[in-house]
């Protein structure tokens, strides 16, 4: 970038904003007397959008970064100048008809405009999610049903009476306005509404500009028609300051999603002007344009709400699922077993407790025995597959819920064990198991787990029970021998100890 660029760009902008502060000040005070009117109407305007001009095709050409939607609305302002000097050079301002031929020059700016926030959005937001954009139109459609309720009425009446071209031409500037009012309120959205200098400036530009037209078309001359003029070259001079603080890079942050604060605000909106439109007689633009956003916020809440769904789908699995293995874990696990329990098909229920595996994650590291781990529940699940479901309980032990005959349970179990095997130069990794068939042994969930997890510690020991174990054996025999009703007591007690291990996801050893 050359500072004598800059000093260029800068320059014309400087010198735009002082003659828009004269302008006002000769509008509002009027600053410089009945004899300066002409001027500032004449060429005091056309040199402010000169000035704008220049700094917009300036920001294009010295700054590459960003260039081609100040270049589209540089291109707009140019053409809307040379209209300005070809009016402006006219004897007599009130005798140029309507339509004239600069009409067509002015209404370009809108086109140009356009292309120009198409681009921005495409350079400051890229690919935005489906929602956003939604609401992007939505916003855009809710905010041009309201203007087009107050400045269609305006430009009908306006009108009533003239020739079509005449009538059309009004039109044209109206609708103009509240596409383009559209569009800056759907890029905005479209950017999470996150408002930075340029936005700002370009938003307040295309207001000020709008809300002169409404003043033209009400027929303002005299003190109202400079004040139009003024709000013309405020807003000619908004835009070149938003191309002159633009820097070309995409936004740093993703754009800001709301949730449905913005699809319901612009419902909201749209649903007010479609419950006024009967009694306060609004045009059929002005309805429509709400119909349309009404209807998008509807379609946007609905695809939240399906997106929603999916989401809580997901986390649903995602709850019941073991993220290193992909098998069901042990939230899985309890309703699969309270309803094996419910059901009269015999089933059995196998624990599995891998041995030699610590050995091996410190001798190999974490990733290695993530791997294994990975690779020994993708064969217990291919084992049981036919027949049953897989689950991984955590850590180390697994869990197999599969259909099967009581008389075959033990074989089966010791199926899913050798799955589980896995012996390589320097490991060996085997697994200890325990089965129990349901609903059979045991009515409860509770029930099972505790006495398939006895069973296969009792395995991983060789089948000796331990010291401890047989005096608690020979302490509940004597019990319910000589005092039933405290060995029944004894018996609530285990269970809902087990329950509450079980719920708490204790097991192994701790169990």
């Known amino acids: 970038m050359k500072p004598a660029a800059n000093g260029a760009g800068g320059a014309a902008l400087a010198v735009g904003v002082a003659l828009v502060i004269a302008t006002w000040a000769h509008a509002l005070l009027g600053f410089g007397g009945a004899t300066a009117d002409e001027l500032f109407a004449r060429w005091i305007y056309d040199a402010v959008i000169f000035s704008a001009t220049f700094t917009l095709l300036w920001r294009a050409a010295a ?56 681009l921005l959005i495409r350079q400051r937001v890229g690919h935005t999610l489906l929602a956003l954009r939604l609401d992007g139109v939505v916003s855009g459609l809710a905010a041009a049903s309201l203007l087009a309720s107050v400045s269609l009425p305006l430009a009908i009446d306006a009108t009533a009476g003239a020739p079509f071209w005449e009538t059309a031409t009004s039109l044209a500037y109206t609708v103009g306005d509240l596409i383009l009012l559209g569009a800056v309120v759907s890029a905005i959205a479209l950017g999470g509404w996150r408002l930075d200098r340029m936005w700002v400036l370009l938003g307040g530009a295309v207001l000020a500009w709008e809300a002169a037209d409404l003043m033209y078309l009400l027929g303002a001359t005299g003190s109202a028609g400079l004040l139009a003029d003024a709000l013309v070259a405020t807003g ?3 835009m070149a300051a938003a191309g002159y603080v633009d820097s070309g890079a995409k936004a740093s942050r993703a754009p800001i999603a709301h949730g449905m604060i913005v ?8 649903l007010g002007v479609l419950a006024l439109g009967a009694p306060l007689g609004l045009n059929a633009a002005a309805l429509a344009l709400a119909a349309a956003a009404l209807a998008l916020a509807l379609v946007r809440m609905g695809l939240a709400l399906r997106e929603n769904d999916k989401l809580l789908g997901q986390s649903r699995v995602e709850a019941t699922t073991d993220a ?4 069901p874990n042990r939230r899985r696990l309890k309703p699969d077993l309270d309803a094996a329990l ?13 041995n030699g595996f610590k050995s091996y994650n410190d001798a ?23 027949t049953g479901v897989a689950y991984r309980m955590g850590g180390d032990e697994f869990c197999v819920l599969a259909t099967c005959p009581p008389e075959r349970a033990e074989a089966f179990s ?3 064990a050798a799955a589980m095997t896995l012996r390589g130069q320097g490991f060996s990794i085997t697994a200890a198991h325990g089965a129990v068939t349901i609903p059979g042994e045991h009515g409860s969930a509770a029930a099972a787990l505790s006495l398939a997890d006895e069973r296969m510690y009792q395995h991983k020991r060789g089948g000796h029970v331990p010291a401890a174990r047989q005096s608690a054996n020979v302490l509940a025999a004597v019990a319910e021998e000589h005092a039933p009703g405290l060995a029944e007591h004894m018996r609530s007690v285990r269970e809902l100890a087990d329950a509450t291990a079980v719920e708490a996801g204790v097991v192994g050893a701790e169990l």
């Open 414 to 416: 010791a199926r899913c």
């Open 364 to 386: 190999f590291g974490h990733a290695a025995g993530d791997t294994v781990l990975t690779r020994l529940g993708t064969s217990l699940a291919q084992t049981v597959d036919a």
């Open 263 to 270: 699809p319901v605000g612009s419902g909201a909106v749209a």
């Open 342 to 354: 419910d059901e009269s098909s015999p089933r059995v229920l196998v624990l599995i407790d891998l």
């Open 324 to 327: 290193l293995t992909g098998l």
């Open 236 to 238: 000619a001079v908004g």
């Open 63 to 118: 700054r590459p970064a960003g260039r081609l939607p100040w270049l589209a609305l540089g291109v707009g302002l140019l053409l809307h100048l040379v209209g300005d000097v070809m009016y402006s050079a006219q004897p007599d301002l009130d005798a140029v008809p309507v339509p004239s031929i600069y009409d067509p020059l002015w209404l370009a700016i809108y086109p140009c405009a356009y292309v120009a926030l198409l």
